[in-house]
């Protein structure tokens, strides 16, 4: 039991070590390391439960570019309200599907993000739009997707929210990423209480998991600055490590 504790938090440390390190996309290896490492047996489960931790960790990130005045909350907060009716959605969806099929179609997903973390982010920003009835309706049917999605695999979604946003009003890339957050937050609580609401959330290993993602986000965001410059060799290995993981969790699905 002890020794499931200490893996539970080591994996939640490792989700946030990396989401505090390369951003966007860390969160996908929540769900296999609750599988696979933590030996939660259920898939459900598992997602219901990592959808819950990465809602806390993506809010605890939340207050840090907040402060450096990197959330746009108008266009976050209609992002996030509308995007949960798509997250309610999909999560239902995904509760409904046999969960081999469920992590089947989550390794292609895994492929899809390793791929897109090959490509470099540029730090520049594009020009924001006027608001709207145009973009209003953009980002109502992007951010209707982007929850789906999210709801749907149980992720936080930030590597699909981040491009949707900047698509929807052209806002500055660094503020994508602060404004994602909140909506990353709010589609992981609306999964997760979907999921919840079936009794598909182990809340022992779901705290565990939480306080071992606080620690690892902290470390990460402060190795983070050091390592800068190397930001896109950072992410060519993590999209290796993605790739690996995502080659397991087919291999374990599909047989």
């Not at 959605?89 to 995904?94: A, D, E, F, K």
């Not at 209003?136 to 749907?152: H, P």
Request: aromatic share 8%; charged share 5%.
């Amino acid at each position: 039991m002890t020794a499931q504790i200490l893996i539970a938090i080591g994996s939640g440390s490792l989700v946030g070590f990396t989401l505090g390190l390369v951003g966007g996309g860390g969160s996908i290896l929540a769900t296999p390391l609750l599988l696979y490492a933590v030996g939660i047996a259920q898939p459900h489960i598992a997602i219901g439960t990592g959808a819950l931790a990465v809602s806390v960790n993506a809010y605890a990130n939340l207050v840090g570019h907040a402060r450096k005045g990197h959330v746009q909350w108008t266009c976050a907060i209609v992002f996030a309200l509308i995007g949960s009716v798509g997250a309610l959605v999909g999560s239902t969806l995904g509760k409904a599907m046999n969960g081999q099929h469920l992590l089947f179609l989550f390794g292609l997903l895994m492929l899809l993000v390793g791929a897109l973390m090959l490509r470099p982010r540029k730090a520049a920003g594009g020009n924001a739009r006027p608001v709207d009835r145009r973009m209003c309706l953009a980002t109502a049917a992007v951010a209707i997707l982007a929850g789906g999605a999210s709801g749907f695999f149980g992720i936080g979604g930030g590597f699909l929210i981040v491009p949707a946003l900047i698509l929807a009003t052209g806002m500055r890339t660094i503020d994508a990423v602060g404004s994602s957050l909140l909506a990353v937050g709010t589609f992981g609580l609306a999964t997760a209480f979907n999921y919840a609401l079936s009794g598909m959330i182990d809340w022992a290993v779901a705290i565990e998991f939480i306080g071992g993602g606080v620690i690892g986000g902290i470390v990460g965001m402060l190795l983070a600055t050091r390592l800068s410059a190397q930001k896109n060799t950072l992410n060519r290995i993590f999209a290796a490590l993605i790739f690996v993981v995502a080659g397991y969790v087919l291999y374990r699905s599909g047989s």
